[in-house]
């Protein structure tokens, strides 16, 4: 089992900045991947936004490429999203997940993570 914790979502005014955090724990030895989705109420669960690779490897989604940075702390076993030039429609829960799956293809699919945390919520306001 794979454990995932959320931090860091908040209240932001557009133009602003937040960094989310997702600490990963238990038996992390085969995952390949983390990811980072979110869920605006109404609206399906959308992403992943950006992919952070066991190999050092990243993939940014069109919507948050070059606004969103993703990174990783291989000492604290934590991967890092900072946001930059947040807006309004950036508002939703984010969720990090992990993937076993190798191959990019499947890194890409939704459905081919296997563990989830609980979500934290970003809410870009004026």
């Known amino acids: 089992q794979v454990q995932l914790v959320e931090s860091g979502g908040g209240s932001v005014q557009p133009g602003g900045s937040l960094r989310l955090s997702c600490a990963v724990s238990g038996f992390t030895e085969d995952v390949s991947a983390i990811g980072w989705f979110r869920q605006a109420i109404g609206k399906e669960r959308e992403g992943p936004l950006c992919?952070?690779?066991?190999?050092?490897?990243?993939y940014y989604a069109d919507s948050v490429k070059g606004r969103f940075t993703i990174s990783k702390d291989n000492a604290k076993n934590t991967v890092h999203l900072q946001m930059n030039s947040l807006k309004p429609e950036d508002t939703a829960v984010y969720y990090c997940?992990?993937?076993?799956?190798?191959?990019?293809?499947?890194?890409?699919?939704?459905?081919?993570?296997?563990?989830w945390g609980q979500g934290t919520q970003v809410t870009v306001s004026s």
């Open positions: 997940a992990a993937t076993t799956r190798s191959s990019w293809a499947l890194k890409l699919d939704r459905s081919r993570y296997d563990y």
């Open positions: 992919i952070s690779g066991s190999d050092g490897s990243t």
